[in-house]
């Protein structure tokens, strides 16, 4: 892209004076301990400034991505729907009186933790920080978040934005940084009580052997290689749409991008013809993503470009369309290519369960196809996977939809679409895709903790006679 921005890297410093501001405004109470309706009033009003703020935001979004602003435009719309959930959550969501033996009132409330720390991706920069931020500040926690170094802008703007609509300075902070030296520092502080973060596997085991020996509470979105199940029933029209999108919305970089299709031995021939056509469809309109009518934008960067040529360059698989970057210039707007990290839509097939291409996570356009018989066997593919975030499954067959969705191992399932996402929806993986939930009350819980109080509430005669362990009675007495 022709556009660059300079960003300041916050130092060792000022992390540290970060952390320590957010644990006195913690300790200060006025956002901590501010009633449930004030945050609620707060947090409504921050979804409507982002309203306002969407058209700037969207164009924002597409130049520091790369991704195409219909993409862009259309997941923006969304993001106030996060904000708005969180807040009538506050306004709705009660206490408990727990049942208890005696005359004793044990009523349990939900308290924030403290000082919480997000270390959010580049590819969806705005989406995924609020999905993040919302809950953590409903429940009255101090936030401290470490965008992307690739995409921190809109981010950023959305930390002004929240103190515009009343959030008190120092509850939400956003430290722009490297993730080995900014982020580290922000997680090994023993003052931070949470990290939540969406970032590859690897990462999230380095991350949670530091917030572990904290002894703070953990969650992380990691990899992804989501199985694509399309059976012989399937619509072949809507399947087709739909892994389409599944594969190459935000040009592949996705945790629950369909990578790995699996189609039925009796569809198979029909919708691969389909699916090519649409893949060279979608390649055809590629161009400048700030065009609206650009189907697919760029990679990350130049060195996500080369580590994607370097999976393509060791798979043994076969290769039927894509597979080498982008050069020249777009047949639908004469748009440089060169300007950016392009990689086409791919598709490989007649590769093995123990290829690169389908054990690890690419985060690109490249899926690879392979066909099963039966049911079992669909089923078995699947789960050949060391990830398990999110899965798709097309057919017509309501029984075979229900059941092939129990024994997929994802958190994630989609049957006849892909994708969907709402703030109730709970969002994490299995097996190597993560720990703990993003979205609805899951989320709002995981960013506080019980508080339970037992009163007594006999009399006071009651409670001398009752309650004098050391009486010289000798008569029993309750213990616990």
Same mark, same amino acid.
């Given at each position: 892209?022709?556009?660059?921005?300079?960003?300041?890297?916050?130092?060792?410093?000022?992390?540290?004076?970060?952390?320590?501001?957010?644990?006195?405004?913690?300790?200060?109470?006025?956002?901590?301990?501010?009633?449930?309706?004030?945050?609620?009033?707060?947090?409504?009003?921050?979804?409507?400034?982002?309203?306002?703020?969407?058209?700037?935001?969207?164009?924002?979004?597409?130049?520091?991505?790369?991704?195409?602003?219909?993409?862009?435009?259309?997941?923006?719309?969304?993001?106030?729907?996060?904000?708005?959930?969180?807040?009538?959550?506050?306004?709705?969501?009660?206490?408990?009186?727990?049942?208890?033996?005696?005359?004793?009132?044990?009523?349990?409330?939900?308290?924030?933790?403290?000082?919480?720390?997000?270390?959010?991706?580049?590819?969806?920069?705005?989406?995924?920080?609020?999905?993040?931020?919302?809950?953590?500040?409903?429940?009255?926690?101090?936030?401290?978040?470490?965008?992307?170094?690739?995409?921190?802008?809109?981010?950023?703007?959305?930390?002004?934005?929240?103190?515009?609509?009343?959030?008190?300075?120092?509850?939400?902070?956003?430290?722009?940084?490297?993730?080995?030296?900014?982020?580290?520092?922000?997680?090994?502080?023993?003052?931070?009580?949470?990290?939540?973060?969406?970032?590859?596997?690897?990462?999230?085991?380095?991350?949670?052997?530091?917030?572990?020996?904290?002894?703070?509470?953990?969650?992380?979105?990691?990899?992804?290689?989501?199985?694509?199940?399309?059976?012989?029933?399937?619509?072949?029209?809507?399947?087709?749409?739909?892994?389409?999108?599944?594969?190459?919305?935000?040009?592949?970089?996705?945790?629950?991008?369909?990578?790995?299709?699996?189609?039925?031995?009796?569809?198979?021939?029909?919708?691969?013809?389909?699916?090519?056509?649409?893949?060279?469809?979608?390649?055809?309109?590629?161009?400048?993503?700030?065009?609206?009518?650009?189907?697919?934008?760029?990679?990350?960067?130049?060195?996500?470009?080369?580590?994607?040529?370097?999976?393509? /360059?060791?798979? +043994?698989?076969?290769? =039927?369309?894509?597979?080498?970057?982008? #050069?020249?210039?777009?047949?639908? !707007?004469? $748009?440089?290519?060169?300007?950016?990290?392009?990689?086409?839509?791919?598709?490989?097939?007649?590769?093995?369960?123990?290829?690169?291409?389908?054990?690890?996570?690419?985060?690109?356009?490249?899926?690879?196809?392979?066909?099963?018989?039966?049911?079992?066997?669909?089923?078995?593919?699947?789960?050949?996977?060391?990830?398990?975030?999110?899965?798709?499954?097309?057919?017509?067959?309501?029984?075979?939809?229900?059941?092939?969705?129990?024994?997929?191992?994802?958190?994630?399932?989609?049957?006849?679409?892909?994708?969907?996402?709402?703030?109730?929806?709970?969002?994490?993986?299995?097996?190597?895709?993560?720990?703990?939930?993003?979205?609805?009350?899951?989320?709002?819980?995981?960013? /506080?903790?019980? +508080?339970?109080?037992? =009163?007594?509430?006999?009399?006071?005669? #009651?409670?001398?006679?009752?309650? !004098?362990? $050391?009486?010289?009675?000798?008569?029993?007495?309750?213990?616990?």
């Amino acid at each position: 892209m022709d556009t660059n921005s300079a960003m300041t890297t916050a130092s060792q410093s000022d992390v540290e004076a970060a952390i320590q501001r957010a644990q006195s405004v913690f300790e200060s109470g006025v956002w901590s301990k501010s009633s449930t309706f004030s945050r609620a009033k707060v947090l409504t009003s921050l979804a409507r400034i982002l309203e306002k703020r969407l058209p700037e935001l969207t164009t924002v979004e597409s130049m520091q991505t790369g991704r195409t602003l219909r993409e862009m435009r259309a997941q923006l719309a969304r993001l106030p729907e996060w904000i708005d959930y969180y807040a009538a959550l506050l306004r709705t969501n009660q206490g408990y009186v727990a049942p208890t033996q005696g005359t004793l009132l044990n009523y349990v409330q939900r308290v924030p933790l403290g000082v919480v720390a997000q270390i959010t991706p580049f590819n969806h920069p705005l989406l995924i920080a609020i999905k993040k931020i919302a809950p953590a500040l409903a429940a009255g926690n101090s936030v401290i978040v470490k965008p992307s170094e690739w995409a921190p802008i809109t981010v950023l703007e959305f930390g002004k934005m929240a103190e515009e609509a009343g959030v008190p300075p120092g509850v939400l902070t956003v430290l722009p940084g490297f993730g080995a030296t900014t982020g580290k520092a922000i997680i090994s502080d023993p003052r931070i009580r949470k990290v939540d973060v969406t970032a590859g596997t690897q990462t999230g085991r380095v991350m949670g052997s530091i917030v572990g020996s904290n002894l703070a509470a953990f969650t992380a979105e990691l990899g992804g290689k989501a199985p694509i199940v399309v059976f012989d029933d399937a619509d072949l029209v809507c399947a087709v749409n739909g892994v389409a999108f599944a594969s190459f919305v935000a040009s592949g970089q996705t945790c629950v991008s369909g990578t790995r299709l699996i189609v039925q031995e009796g569809i198979y021939d029909a919708f691969m013809e389909a699916f090519l056509t649409k893949v060279e469809s979608i390649r055809a309109r590629m161009g400048d993503p700030l065009n609206p009518k650009s189907t697919m934008g760029t990679v990350i960067s130049p060195q996500s470009l080369t580590r994607i040529e370097g999976m393509m /360059s060791r798979t +043994k698989g076969k290769v =039927v369309t894509g597979g080498q970057r982008m #050069t020249g210039v777009s047949e639908l !707007d004469g $748009f440089d290519f060169s300007q950016g990290s392009f990689f086409p839509p791919t598709i490989v097939t007649e590769l093995e369960i123990t290829d690169e291409l389908w054990v690890e996570e690419v985060f690109g356009p490249v899926v690879v196809v392979k066909k099963f018989s039966d049911e079992t066997e669909g089923v078995a593919l699947a789960n050949a996977c060391k990830y398990g975030l999110g899965a798709g499954i097309w057919t017509s067959g309501l029984s075979r939809a229900h059941r092939v969705a129990a024994e997929i191992e994802a958190g994630l399932c989609w049957v006849n679409t892909h994708h969907r996402n709402d703030p109730s929806s709970p969002w994490g993986g299995m097996k190597e895709s993560g720990i703990g939930r993003e979205n609805g009350l899951e989320a709002f819980e995981s960013y /506080s903790q019980s +508080k339970s109080t037992i =009163v007594n509430v006999a009399p006071a005669e #009651t409670t001398r006679t009752v309650d !004098d362990w $050391f009486a010289d009675d000798g008569e029993d007495k309750r213990y616990g």
